[in-house]
C-alpha cells in the first residue's frame, strides 16, 4: 500500500505563508488516481483543502482557493501545499491522502501547522 | 453546498453492544459518493466503508453501511473496545468535492 508523509515548518508567522510536503513512497505520483490535502483545526472536524492529478490539473475548495496552491513534483515522487496570508483560523493537523473511488482512502499520519507570532 | 448531518453527537455504549450512526444529506447524494471513516485521538482518520455500503480492505465485517438519498447509516454489529472513537461521514462533489460531517464520538458507557 502507499505510503504518505507530511513534512514541512510546524511554525508560521501570521500572514506568512504555509508550504507543506507530501512524499509518496511503496508507489508512484504518477498512479491513476488524485491526490489530496485535508486539514482538522485542534477538536475539530474534517476540512478537504483540495487535490492534484500528476498531470498537474487540480481541484481547490472554494473557501481556500485564492490563497491556495497544489503542485506536483514528479522526479521527487511527491506533491505540495502552499497557503498564504496564514491567519490563527489555519491553526491544524495536515494530512494528505488518496483520493480514489470518490473517498479518500489512504491517509498520512499528519502534522500540525501552528499559524503564531 | 450539500451538508451532511450526523447524529448523535456522541453515543455511549458498552462494549458488545450495537451502534447505530446515522448520517443525513441536505440534499440528495448519489449513494457511490458516501463514505464512513473512524478515527481515533492522535490518529489520521481510517476509510470504513465507501460507495455508502462497501467495506474498505482490512475493515472487520462487524462494520456496515446502508442507505440511500438523504439518510445513511453505519452499523457497528457488536462493539470490540478499539471500536470507541470518532466516526465521520463523507459525501463526494459538486463543490467542493469532498465535505464530512462534523463527526458522531462513540465513547464508552
Known amino acids: 500500500q502507499v505510503q504518505l508523509q507530511e513534512s514541512g515548518p510546524g511554525l508560521v508567522k501570521p500572514s506568512g505563508t504555509l508550504s507543506l510536503t507530501c512524499d509518496v513512497s511503496?508507489?508512484?505520483?504518477?498512479?491513476?488516481?488524485?491526490w489530496s490535502w485535508v486539514r482538522q483545526p485542534p477538536g475539530k472536524g474534517l476540512d478537504w483543502i483540495g487535490e492534484?492529478?500528476?498531470?498537474?490539473?487540480?481541484n481547490y475548495n472554494p473557501s481556500l482557493k485564492s490563497r491556495l496552491t497544489i503542485s506536483v513534483d514528479k522526479s521527487k515522487n511527491q506533491f505540495s501545499l502552499r497557503l498564504t496570508s496564514v491567519t490563527a483560523a489555519d491553526t491544524a493537523v495536515y494530512y494528505c491522502?488518496?483520493?480514489?473511488?470518490?473517498?479518500?482512502?489512504?491517509w498520512g499520519q499528519g502534522t500540525l501547522v501552528t499559524v503564531s507570532s | 453546498e450539500i451538508v451532511l448531518t450526523q447524529s448523535p453527537g456522541t453515543l455511549s455504549l458498552s462494549p458488545g453492544e450495537r451502534a447505530t450512526l446515522s448520517c443525513r444529506a441536505s440534499q440528495g447524494v448519489t449513494t457511490r459518493y458516501l463514505a464512513w471513516y473512524q478515527q481515533k485521538p492522535g490518529q489520521a482518520p481510517r476509510l470504513l466503508i465507501y460507495?455508502?455500503?462497501i467495506r474498505a480492505t482490512g475493515i472487520p465485517d462487524r462494520f456496515s453501511g446502508s442507505g440511500s438519498g438523504t439518510d445513511f447509516t453505519l452499523t457497528i454489529s457488536r462493539l470490540e473496545p478499539e471500536d470507541f472513537a470518532v466516526y465521520y461521514c463523507?459525501?463526494?462533489?459538486?463543490?467542493?468535492?469532498?465535505?464530512f460531517g462534523q463527526g458522531t464520538k462513540l465513547e464508552i458507557k
Open positions: 491522502a488518496t483520493s480514489r473511488d470518490y473517498c479518500l482512502d489512504n
Open positions: 492534484i492529478y500528476h498531470s498537474g490539473n487540480t
Open positions: 511503496r508507489g508512484s505520483i504518477s498512479s491513476d488516481h488524485w
Open positions: 460507495g455508502a455500503s
Open positions: 463523507q459525501q463526494y462533489g459538486p463543490s467542493p468535492l469532498y465535505t
